[in-house]
């Protein structure tokens, strides 16, 4: 497991902003992160891979 930082969870998810990371933690069941200390906020890499992974897929006929 790695920590990530709001950088790279926005790489992986594929958001272009901040907020949108912090606006699906409010609403939805995005993964919240962990508070290290002295400003520091990091997301776990598991908890981020299983909501990706969770996410449904989309089906075209």
Known sequence: ????????VLRL????????????MRHQDFPRPVVLGGGRIRWRSGE???WLQ????????
């Open 48 to 50: 981020i891979d299983q």
């Open 1 to 8: 497991m790695f920590l990530l930082t709001i950088d790279d």
């Open 13 to 24: 998810t594929g958001y272009k902003s901040r907020s949108s990371i912090y606006r699906r």
């Open 54 to 61: 969770s996410l449904p897929t989309q089906t075209y006929p």
